[in-house]
């Protein structure tokens, strides 16, 4: 929870508003009308006027100012950065660095991985050994955050002038200067941009950038808050025998996604969607969560990241305390009964029964849930009761993208978009989960039609192809 002092004077005005306190101030403008026309009451000052006053601030300390996403972009990455299994592999075992079991199970993760032969690594990773030192690292900033800065750009008519906030994201890249200072440098924007780098937040990390862009929008007014997320692969690559660190080298691609919001009051007229709820919760002050996925050195002083096989419950759990905090303040009421009766019944009736899980469909639309694995996904659509349409984005995203860290979310958006599937009035729910652990859920609400978007990047000439049956389980 946010405990700073703009955030308190807006709770604390919104439920001043709820009290009996305004219930007094036409009360009050009553009387004294009562007063001044009847018996030509004439006081020092008048409760009349003042009572607007009070009225007309509370009301405008009250309430929040309204965030727009006006657009996005996510990146395609060039085809000759294709790596298909056999390549990957072949590249694995020329590397003369990983034996034959550690092989084997590299091979077993890509095959179930749920991802396609046509996903993408960079292009120090095509090297044998990989070129993990730091300008490659660089470069591949570059490949990553500028085209997609500039096709945003190029979308929403912008200039970088215009930028008043700057969040990048990239969990496991934190180089000096900062990823933020790169991108300023290279579109030359404002002096006085508010900028902000975060790392180290896992595959989360878009989602947290946008509740923190929802905060600085709420101080900070008539502004433009761009952010960028990605995850840098370069000096990410493990190279020793641990399997539960051999993971990642599998699992994670290529991409990276620009959006851009608004709290102007013309951006409402150009946006696509307007932010109706933010929720975030971790569960970092647990040792068994916090330390079911950690990077470190092995027995040999090689840096990966640790994936223990406590992680599926810790994400369950993280999910969870999550979605019953967002379901308390989203879902209709007969929801909430049949949730707390289930709840009840099972506690003081009958310890076998389930507990109702309350159906979010009834409000949302639309789901874009963290592609971390086909398994994952579905286990994740069970507990929410989606179908396989409701997993459709996520799992067509993992097949032909792979799991891109904190950007998956916005190709599954791009991807219901290209399917021309959201319509004026849908709701749209982005699940961030990341390394700490902890989760983030984003509502969005589309303020307009969306069509023509199957023409754009990153499902333009491959959007007819899915979707496919999906990955295995």
Known sequence: MDSSPDHFLLRY???????????????????????????AWHPFFHIFPLSFLVVSIIFNLASPNSVYLVDFSCLKPPSFFRVPFSTFLENATLMDIF?????????????????????????????????????????????????????????????????????????GFCPSPSLSSIVINKYSMRNDIKSFNLSGMGCSASAIAIHLAENLLQVHKNSNAVVLSTEILSNGWYAGKERSKLILNCLFRMGSAAILLSNKTQAKESSKYKLIKTLRTQRAFDDKSYLSGLREEDTDGKLGVTLTRDLLHVAGETLRSN??????????????????????????????????????????????LPVSGG?????????????????EAALTTLHRFGNQSSSSLWYELAYLEAKERVEKGDRVWQIGMGTGPKCVSLIWECIRPISGESNNEPWADVIDRYPILGPPT
């Open 375 to 391: 398994a994952v996904i579905r286990e994740i659509g069970k507990v929410l009761k989606l179908n396989d349409k409701d997993v």
């Open 13 to 39: 005005s919104t439920q001043l508003l709820h009290t009996p306190f305004i219930i007094l101030i036409p009360i009050l403008t009553s009387i004294e009308a009562y007063l001044y026309f009847s018996h």
């Open 323 to 368: 979605i019953t905090i967002l379901g308390a303040s989203i879902l209709p009421l007969s929801e909430k009964l049949r949730h707390g009766f289930s709840r009840l019944r099972k506690r003081f009736l009958d310890k076998s029964q389930d507990i109702y899980i309350p159906n979010f469909k009834t409000v949302i639309q639309h789901f874009c």
């Open 99 to 171: 034996d034959s079991e550690s092989i084997s199970f590299m091979a077993r993760t890509l095959m179930s991985s749920g991802q396609s032969e046509q996903t993408c690594l960079p292009p120090a990773l095509h090297f044998i050994p990989p070129k993990t030192h730091l300008q490659e690292s660089i470069n591949e900033v570059h490949i990553v955050l500028f085209p997609v800065m500039d096709d945003l750009l190029t979308k929403t008519h912008l200039s970088p002038s215009d930028i008043d906030i700057l969040i990048v994201n990239c969990s």
